[in-house]
């Protein structure tokens, strides 16, 4: 039994004596509501403990493995954050993520596995994707194998994805494309892979992958794209060759970067 189950049987035996003795008294009220009231407290912190989550987090510069009750494994890239209620795995399978992370998702049909991160909702059975879903940034999720439901919400109308294909936002609709190459997951061999992408989106991924800051003060940089595949270079090597295609100068103290 639990701690609440016992606290009743002991209230109704007592409700039983005091029956027997014509009334429960003064005394006998108070008793009553005082066990009444523990088994509240109780089934509230029960509550609480139901309704909690478990956070598993990477720092910026960190990349972090961890395995789910269910056997999924997850890959969290730098600055990542997933949140796995108590109780998963048991009659639903559903986590919270912010940031970027590698899914290869143990199969079971009788409980999907569902991702909700600030702005979309991935639905699977078993499957391995890429699912890149940073703060204030599109969300992109690259499939590799099995299917994946994604849209912006349970309510809408998903878009099912095959293999080789990804999804992401644009204008706040999810667009399909096909991938041809794994650079979604270059990150998990320490490199930078970037393909026509803005320089705002590379000075974050700099951020998360170094473990810095960067501010930008030259003026019309952060619109200009940026093509480079860097192997896990020193962070000063990498702004060097940056500084030559990218034309702009640099300074570096200790963990903060101007550019300029």
């Known amino acids: 039994q639990t701690v609440g189950k016992r606290i009743w049987v002991r209230i109704e035996k007592t409700k039983i004596g005091m029956v027997g003795n014509k009334g429960p008294g003064l005394f006998g009220l108070k008793v009553l509501s005082i066990a009444a009231?523990?088994?509240?407290?109780?089934?509230?912190?029960?509550?609480i403990?139901?309704?909690?989550?478990?956070?598993?987090?990477?720092?910026?510069?960190?990349?972090?493995?961890?395995?789910?009750e269910d056997g999924t494994k997850v890959i969290?890239?730098?600055?990542?954050?997933?949140k796995v209620p108590n109780g998963f795995g048991e009659d639903s399978r559903e986590i919270f993520l912010e940031g970027e992370a590698y899914f290869e998702v143990k199969m079971d049909s009788l409980r999907p596995?569902?991702?909700?991160?600030?702005?979309?909702?991935?639905?699977?059975?078993?499957?391995?994707?890429?699912?890149?879903?940073?703060?204030?940034?599109?969300?992109?999720?690259?499939?590799?194998?099995?299917?994946?439901?994604?849209?912006?919400?349970?309510?809408?109308?998903?878009?099912?994805?095959?293999?080789?294909?990804?999804?992401?936002?644009?204008?706040?609709?999810?667009?399909?494309?096909?991938?041809?190459?794994?650079?979604?997951?270059?990150?998990?061999?320490?490199?930078?892979?970037?393909?026509?992408?803005?320089?705002?989106?590379?000075?974050?991924?700099?951020?998360?992958?170094?473990?810095?800051?960067?501010?930008?003060?030259k003026t019309g940089l952060i619109s200009r794209k940026y093509n480079g595949v860097h192997n896990d270079p020193p962070l000063e090597q990498l702004l060097e060759d940056m500084a030559f295609v990218m034309k702009f100068d640099f300074e570096i103290n200790e963990n903060s970067i101007i550019i300029y």
């Open 76 to 82: 969290l890239n730098a600055d990542t954050t997933i």
């Open 113 to 217: 596995f569902i991702i909700e991160t600030a702005a979309s909702r991935t639905k699977v059975l078993g499957t391995k994707f890429n699912l890149y879903a940073y703060r204030e940034e599109p969300n992109v999720l690259a499939l590799e194998e099995g299917s994946v439901e994604f849209g912006a919400t349970s309510k809408d109308n998903p878009i099912i994805l095959k293999p080789g294909e990804l999804v992401m936002f644009q204008d706040g609709k999810p667009v399909k494309k096909v991938f041809e190459d794994n650079g979604h997951r270059a990150w998990m061999e320490r490199k930078l892979v970037f393909k026509d992408r803005p320089f705002d989106y590379v000075v974050n991924n700099l951020e998360r992958f170094y473990g810095v800051t960067i501010e930008i003060k």
């Open 37 to 47: 009231s523990i088994v509240i407290f109780l089934g509230f912190l029960t509550f």
């Open 49 to 68: 403990f139901i309704s909690g989550n478990d956070t598993h987090s990477s720092d910026k510069g960190e990349l972090k493995t961890v395995m789910l």
